[in-house]
Protein backbone atom coordinates (compact mmCIF):
# COMPACT_ATOMS: atom_id res chain seq x y z
CA UNK A 1 0.00 0.00 0.00
CA UNK A 2 2.71 2.38 0.75
CA UNK A 3 4.45 1.94 -2.47
CA UNK A 4 1.18 2.42 -4.02
CA UNK A 5 0.74 5.95 -2.37
CA UNK A 6 4.06 6.71 -3.49
CA UNK A 7 3.68 6.00 -6.93
CA UNK A 8 0.16 7.90 -7.00
CA UNK A 9 2.61 10.95 -5.13
CA UNK A 10 5.36 10.64 -7.76
CA UNK A 11 2.30 10.35 -10.62
CA UNK A 12 0.95 13.80 -9.36
CA UNK A 13 3.63 15.70 -8.47
CA UNK A 14 5.48 15.31 -11.79
CA UNK A 15 2.68 17.82 -13.98
CA UNK A 16 2.90 19.55 -10.59
CA UNK A 17 7.16 20.18 -10.82
CA UNK A 18 6.86 20.44 -14.62
CA UNK A 19 4.62 23.22 -14.84
CA UNK A 20 5.58 24.68 -11.64
CA UNK A 21 9.14 24.72 -12.85
CA UNK A 22 8.55 26.27 -15.97
CA UNK A 23 6.65 28.90 -14.63
CA UNK A 24 9.47 30.18 -12.67
CA UNK A 25 11.60 29.69 -15.07
CA UNK A 26 9.60 31.73 -17.38
CA UNK A 27 9.29 34.42 -14.82
CA UNK A 28 12.99 34.81 -14.37
CA UNK A 29 13.60 34.81 -17.84
CA UNK A 30 10.74 37.15 -18.68
CA UNK A 31 11.15 39.41 -21.65
CA UNK A 32 10.53 42.90 -20.37
CA UNK A 33 11.15 45.53 -23.35
CA UNK A 34 10.89 49.00 -22.15
CA UNK A 35 7.69 51.27 -23.22
CA UNK A 36 9.99 52.70 -26.44
CA UNK A 37 13.37 51.47 -27.80
CA UNK A 38 15.31 52.61 -30.54
CA UNK A 39 15.53 49.47 -33.07
CA UNK A 40 18.86 49.21 -35.28
CA UNK A 41 18.08 50.14 -38.99
CA UNK A 42 20.49 47.55 -41.00
CA UNK A 43 21.15 49.19 -44.69
CA UNK A 44 23.09 51.40 -46.98
CA UNK A 45 20.95 52.79 -49.16
CA UNK A 46 20.18 56.18 -47.79
CA UNK A 47 18.47 58.07 -50.53
CA UNK A 48 15.57 60.24 -49.57
CA UNK A 49 11.97 60.31 -50.07
CA UNK A 50 11.32 62.61 -53.16
CA UNK A 51 7.84 60.77 -54.41
CA UNK A 52 4.31 61.79 -53.66
CA UNK A 53 3.06 58.19 -54.65
CA UNK A 54 4.31 55.21 -52.83
CA UNK A 55 3.80 51.95 -52.45
CA UNK A 56 3.28 49.41 -49.37
CA UNK A 57 2.97 45.50 -48.95
CA UNK A 58 1.73 43.98 -45.21
CA UNK A 59 1.94 40.49 -44.84
CA UNK A 60 1.96 38.05 -41.46
CA UNK A 61 3.90 35.14 -42.25
CA UNK A 62 3.58 33.13 -40.32
CA UNK A 63 6.37 32.24 -39.06
CA UNK A 64 6.44 30.16 -41.78
CA UNK A 65 5.30 27.29 -40.32
CA UNK A 66 1.31 28.04 -41.04
CA UNK A 67 0.88 27.09 -44.78
CA UNK A 68 -1.80 25.77 -46.75
CA UNK A 69 -1.47 21.90 -45.43
CA UNK A 70 -1.60 22.77 -41.78
CA UNK A 71 -4.13 23.00 -39.21
CA UNK A 72 -2.95 25.04 -35.61
CA UNK A 73 -3.78 23.63 -32.12
CA UNK A 74 -4.50 27.02 -30.81
CA UNK A 75 -6.92 27.70 -33.10
CA UNK A 76 -9.28 24.64 -32.56
CA UNK A 77 -6.70 22.19 -34.66
CA UNK A 78 -4.46 19.58 -33.58
CA UNK A 79 -0.88 20.40 -34.70
CA UNK A 80 1.80 21.71 -32.50
CA UNK A 81 5.13 21.39 -34.34
CA UNK A 82 5.12 22.07 -38.81
CA UNK A 83 7.05 18.91 -40.54
CA UNK A 84 10.56 20.71 -41.21
CA UNK A 85 9.86 20.09 -44.77
CA UNK A 86 7.28 21.47 -44.75
CA UNK A 87 8.90 24.78 -42.96
CA UNK A 88 11.41 24.63 -45.47
CA UNK A 89 9.02 25.05 -48.28
CA UNK A 90 6.99 27.84 -46.90
CA UNK A 91 10.09 29.87 -46.30
CA UNK A 92 11.34 29.40 -49.44
CA UNK A 93 7.61 30.47 -50.86
CA UNK A 94 7.34 33.43 -48.86
CA UNK A 95 11.15 34.27 -49.63
CA UNK A 96 10.15 34.10 -53.27
CA UNK A 97 7.07 36.17 -52.87
CA UNK A 98 8.67 38.86 -51.40
CA UNK A 99 11.14 39.32 -53.75
CA UNK A 100 8.26 39.54 -56.63
CA UNK A 101 6.76 42.40 -54.64
CA UNK A 102 10.63 44.08 -54.47
CA UNK A 103 9.24 47.31 -56.45
CA UNK A 104 7.35 48.52 -53.36
CA UNK A 105 8.58 51.08 -51.17
CA UNK A 106 7.51 49.73 -47.87
CA UNK A 107 7.00 46.53 -46.74
CA UNK A 108 5.90 45.23 -43.51
CA UNK A 109 6.08 41.48 -42.51
CA UNK A 110 4.37 40.64 -39.17
CA UNK A 111 5.08 36.53 -37.28
CA UNK A 112 9.06 36.97 -38.82
CA UNK A 113 11.37 34.27 -36.68
CA UNK A 114 14.81 34.75 -36.03
CA UNK A 115 14.76 31.05 -34.36
CA UNK A 116 13.01 28.58 -32.49
CA UNK A 117 11.53 25.33 -32.87
CA UNK A 118 8.37 25.73 -34.16
CA UNK A 119 10.18 27.40 -37.15
CA UNK A 120 12.95 24.88 -37.04
CA UNK A 121 15.70 27.88 -36.10
CA UNK A 122 15.47 29.68 -39.89
CA UNK A 123 16.05 33.16 -39.59
CA UNK A 124 13.39 34.23 -41.78
CA UNK A 125 14.70 38.23 -40.83
CA UNK A 126 18.06 37.86 -42.96
CA UNK A 127 16.25 35.44 -45.72
CA UNK A 128 13.95 37.91 -46.36
CA UNK A 129 15.82 40.63 -46.16
CA UNK A 130 18.22 39.07 -48.75
CA UNK A 131 15.50 39.08 -51.45
CA UNK A 132 15.28 42.75 -51.70
CA UNK A 133 18.96 44.39 -51.21
CA UNK A 134 17.85 47.60 -52.03
CA UNK A 135 15.94 47.87 -48.65
CA UNK A 136 17.04 48.58 -45.60
CA UNK A 137 15.40 46.59 -42.94
CA UNK A 138 14.68 46.75 -38.76
CA UNK A 139 13.42 43.82 -36.32
CA UNK A 140 11.56 44.77 -33.72
CA UNK A 141 11.20 41.34 -31.27
CA UNK A 142 8.06 40.72 -29.42
CA UNK A 143 7.93 37.07 -29.18
CA UNK A 144 11.05 36.42 -26.50
CA UNK A 145 10.49 32.86 -24.90
CA UNK A 146 13.52 31.09 -23.83
CA UNK A 147 11.34 27.91 -23.66
CA UNK A 148 7.54 27.83 -23.63
CA UNK A 149 6.39 23.92 -22.37
CA UNK A 150 2.81 23.79 -23.46
CA UNK A 151 1.31 21.78 -24.77
CA UNK A 152 3.09 19.14 -22.46
CA UNK A 153 3.23 16.28 -25.36
CA UNK A 154 4.96 18.78 -27.82
CA UNK A 155 6.01 21.81 -26.34
CA UNK A 156 7.04 24.63 -28.67
CA UNK A 157 10.08 25.13 -26.79
CA UNK A 158 12.18 28.43 -27.70
CA UNK A 159 10.62 30.99 -29.47
CA UNK A 160 12.29 34.53 -30.98
CA UNK A 161 10.33 36.45 -33.22
CA UNK A 162 8.67 39.99 -34.06
CA UNK A 163 7.70 42.66 -36.39
CA UNK A 164 9.93 43.21 -39.91
CA UNK A 165 9.82 46.40 -41.37
CA UNK A 166 11.72 46.83 -44.90
CA UNK A 167 12.02 50.13 -46.78
CA UNK A 168 13.89 51.59 -49.67
CA UNK A 169 14.73 54.89 -47.82
CA UNK A 170 16.68 55.07 -44.55
CA UNK A 171 14.16 56.78 -40.88
CA UNK A 172 15.60 59.18 -39.49
CA UNK A 173 13.63 57.52 -36.39
CA UNK A 174 13.50 53.53 -35.92
CA UNK A 175 11.17 52.99 -32.90
CA UNK A 176 9.77 50.02 -30.80
CA UNK A 177 6.79 51.05 -28.97
CA UNK A 178 5.38 48.69 -26.13
CA UNK A 179 1.44 47.90 -26.61
CA UNK A 180 -0.55 47.03 -23.29
CA UNK A 181 -0.56 43.44 -22.61
CA UNK A 182 -2.88 40.75 -21.45
CA UNK A 183 -3.23 40.72 -17.88
CA UNK A 184 -3.84 36.72 -17.27
CA UNK A 185 -0.97 35.23 -14.80
CA UNK A 186 0.56 32.73 -15.52
CA UNK A 187 -0.06 32.94 -19.34
CA UNK A 188 1.07 35.87 -19.83
CA UNK A 189 4.53 34.93 -18.52
CA UNK A 190 4.74 32.82 -21.79
CA UNK A 191 2.87 34.97 -24.23
CA UNK A 192 4.03 37.74 -26.54
CA UNK A 193 5.13 41.47 -25.64
CA UNK A 194 3.28 42.92 -28.69
CA UNK A 195 4.59 46.26 -29.76
CA UNK A 196 4.46 48.77 -32.73
CA UNK A 197 7.45 50.07 -35.09
CA UNK A 198 6.98 53.21 -36.08
CA UNK A 199 9.62 54.52 -38.67
CA UNK A 200 9.95 58.63 -39.58
CA UNK A 201 10.78 59.73 -42.81
CA UNK A 202 11.71 63.43 -43.78
CA UNK A 203 9.76 64.88 -46.78
CA UNK A 204 11.35 68.11 -48.24
CA UNK A 205 8.26 69.67 -47.43
CA UNK A 206 9.20 69.93 -44.34
CA UNK A 207 6.96 67.28 -43.11
CA UNK A 208 7.44 63.87 -42.43
CA UNK A 209 6.14 60.20 -43.43
CA UNK A 210 5.27 58.65 -40.55
CA UNK A 211 4.78 54.83 -41.20
CA UNK A 212 3.49 52.32 -38.21
CA UNK A 213 3.74 48.20 -38.51
CA UNK A 214 1.31 46.63 -35.91
CA UNK A 215 0.27 43.51 -35.22
CA UNK A 216 -2.18 43.24 -32.79
CA UNK A 217 -4.41 41.35 -30.04
CA UNK A 218 -5.70 38.03 -31.55
CA UNK A 219 -6.77 35.61 -28.53
CA UNK A 220 -9.16 37.93 -26.19
CA UNK A 221 -12.62 39.07 -25.93
CA UNK A 222 -11.79 42.41 -27.65
CA UNK A 223 -10.75 44.45 -24.49
CA UNK A 224 -7.02 43.97 -24.96
CA UNK A 225 -6.99 45.03 -27.96
CA UNK A 226 -8.93 48.21 -27.44
CA UNK A 227 -6.46 49.14 -25.23
CA UNK A 228 -3.62 48.93 -27.95
CA UNK A 229 -5.92 50.81 -30.33
CA UNK A 230 -6.55 53.37 -27.81
CA UNK A 231 -2.63 54.07 -27.52
CA UNK A 232 -2.01 54.08 -31.04
CA UNK A 233 -4.55 56.46 -31.80
CA UNK A 234 -3.03 58.95 -29.64
CA UNK A 235 0.59 58.40 -30.96
CA UNK A 236 -1.48 58.75 -34.64
CA UNK A 237 -3.31 62.01 -33.87
CA UNK A 238 -0.08 63.27 -31.85
CA UNK A 239 1.85 63.19 -35.69
CA UNK A 240 -0.91 63.86 -37.75
CA UNK A 241 -1.47 67.26 -35.47
CA UNK A 242 2.11 68.12 -36.56
CA UNK A 243 1.38 68.10 -39.91
CA UNK A 244 3.01 64.52 -40.92
CA UNK A 245 1.41 62.23 -43.10
CA UNK A 246 0.58 58.59 -41.04
CA UNK A 247 0.25 55.04 -42.19
CA UNK A 248 -0.53 52.72 -40.07
CA UNK A 249 -0.44 48.56 -41.52
CA UNK A 250 -0.38 45.29 -40.54
CA UNK A 251 -2.38 42.21 -38.71
CA UNK A 252 -5.23 44.18 -37.23
CA UNK A 253 -6.81 40.57 -35.86
CA UNK A 254 -10.13 41.95 -36.74
CA UNK A 255 -12.02 42.70 -39.53
CA UNK A 256 -12.24 46.34 -41.29
CA UNK A 257 -15.94 48.03 -40.19
CA UNK A 258 -17.20 48.16 -43.90
CA UNK A 259 -16.56 44.15 -44.37
CA UNK A 260 -19.12 41.40 -44.09
CA UNK A 261 -17.71 38.95 -41.44
CA UNK A 262 -20.24 35.83 -42.87
CA UNK A 263 -19.08 37.27 -46.74
CA UNK A 264 -17.32 33.17 -46.83
CA UNK A 265 -18.61 31.91 -43.65
CA UNK A 266 -18.88 28.31 -43.95
CA UNK A 267 -20.45 27.36 -40.67
CA UNK A 268 -21.77 29.53 -37.96
CA UNK A 269 -18.55 30.92 -35.83
CA UNK A 270 -18.57 32.56 -32.51
CA UNK A 271 -14.79 33.53 -32.08
CA UNK A 272 -14.47 36.67 -31.42
CA UNK A 273 -11.49 36.91 -33.93
CA UNK A 274 -13.71 36.44 -36.83
CA UNK A 275 -17.25 38.19 -35.28
CA UNK A 276 -15.81 41.29 -34.37
CA UNK A 277 -15.42 44.11 -36.55
CA UNK A 278 -13.00 47.56 -36.23
CA UNK A 279 -14.86 51.13 -35.11
CA UNK A 280 -16.02 53.00 -37.36
CA UNK A 281 -15.33 56.03 -35.82
CA UNK A 282 -11.63 55.07 -34.85
CA UNK A 283 -10.80 58.58 -35.80
CA UNK A 284 -12.92 60.42 -37.35
CA UNK A 285 -11.61 61.65 -40.77
CA UNK A 286 -8.93 59.16 -41.11
CA UNK A 287 -9.23 55.93 -43.58
CA UNK A 288 -9.57 52.34 -43.87
CA UNK A 289 -7.98 50.44 -46.59
CA UNK A 290 -8.65 47.34 -47.18
CA UNK A 291 -9.36 44.70 -50.18
CA UNK A 292 -12.71 43.35 -48.96
CA UNK A 293 -13.05 41.10 -52.00
CA UNK A 294 -9.86 38.90 -51.44
CA UNK A 295 -9.39 36.77 -48.61
CA UNK A 296 -6.76 37.69 -46.27
CA UNK A 297 -6.31 35.03 -43.51
CA UNK A 298 -8.27 31.61 -42.85
CA UNK A 299 -9.12 29.50 -39.90
CA UNK A 300 -6.61 27.41 -38.96
CA UNK A 301 -8.83 24.63 -37.82
CA UNK A 302 -8.12 22.28 -40.75
CA UNK A 303 -5.75 22.32 -43.88
CA UNK A 304 -6.72 24.57 -46.53
CA UNK A 305 -9.70 23.88 -48.16
CA UNK A 306 -11.39 26.47 -50.22
CA UNK A 307 -14.38 24.82 -50.10
CA UNK A 308 -14.66 23.99 -45.96
CA UNK A 309 -12.18 26.64 -44.76
CA UNK A 310 -13.13 29.96 -43.31
CA UNK A 311 -11.59 32.86 -44.62
CA UNK A 312 -12.41 36.79 -43.24
CA UNK A 313 -10.54 39.98 -43.82
CA UNK A 314 -8.06 40.96 -40.59
CA UNK A 315 -4.71 42.82 -42.91
CA UNK A 316 -5.37 45.91 -44.00
CA UNK A 317 -3.87 49.94 -43.56
CA UNK A 318 -5.20 52.79 -41.76
CA UNK A 319 -4.18 56.20 -43.48
CA UNK A 320 -4.66 60.10 -42.29
CA UNK A 321 -7.12 62.44 -44.06
CA UNK A 322 -3.91 63.87 -46.05
CA UNK A 323 -3.38 61.04 -48.10
CA UNK A 324 -5.10 59.34 -51.04
CA UNK A 325 -5.44 55.94 -51.23
CA UNK A 326 -5.09 55.19 -55.05
CA UNK A 327 -5.23 51.73 -55.02
CA UNK A 328 -5.89 48.36 -52.19
CA UNK A 329 -5.08 44.90 -53.32
CA UNK A 330 -5.30 41.48 -51.90
CA UNK A 331 -2.94 38.84 -53.25
CA UNK A 332 -4.68 35.95 -53.78
CA UNK A 333 -1.94 33.22 -52.84
CA UNK A 334 -4.81 30.65 -51.85
CA UNK A 335 -2.33 30.88 -48.26
CA UNK A 336 0.27 28.71 -50.07
CA UNK A 337 2.73 29.98 -47.85
CA UNK A 338 1.05 31.38 -44.77
CA UNK A 339 -2.52 31.64 -43.33
CA UNK A 340 -2.46 35.15 -44.14
CA UNK A 341 -2.35 36.63 -47.66
CA UNK A 342 -0.18 40.12 -49.00
CA UNK A 343 -2.34 42.71 -48.78
CA UNK A 344 -0.37 46.10 -51.31
CA UNK A 345 -1.58 49.66 -51.06
CA UNK A 346 -0.77 52.61 -53.66
CA UNK A 347 -1.28 56.08 -52.30
CA UNK A 348 -0.67 59.90 -52.62
CA UNK A 349 0.64 62.59 -50.45
CA UNK A 350 -1.73 64.79 -50.55
Keep these: MKKMIIAVLIIILIPVLYV ?26 AKPLTDSVITFMTWNIGYGGLGAETDFFYDSGKMVTTPEAWVKKYVAGI ?15 QEADRKGKRSWNNDEVAGIAAQVPDHN ?8 VKY ?9 GRVYGGLLSLGKYKPTECTRIALPGIPEWP ?7 RCLMLQRYPLASGKELVIINTHFEAYDDG ?5 QMALTKKLMLAEYNKGNYVVLGGDWNIAPPDFDIHKWEKVKLLDALYTLKNDANYIPGWHYASDNNTPSNRKNDHAYDPKTTYTTVIDYFFVSPNIEVQEVKGI ?19
Design 223 to 227: GVKKE
Design 137 to 144: YAFAVNYD
Design 20 to 45: GGFILYGTLTKFKPAAMETVEVVGNN
Design 148 to 156: LPFPYLDPI
Design 95 to 109: EQTVKENSDADFIFI
Design 187 to 193: KKVFYLE
Design 332 to 350: DAKFKYSDHNPVRMRIRLK
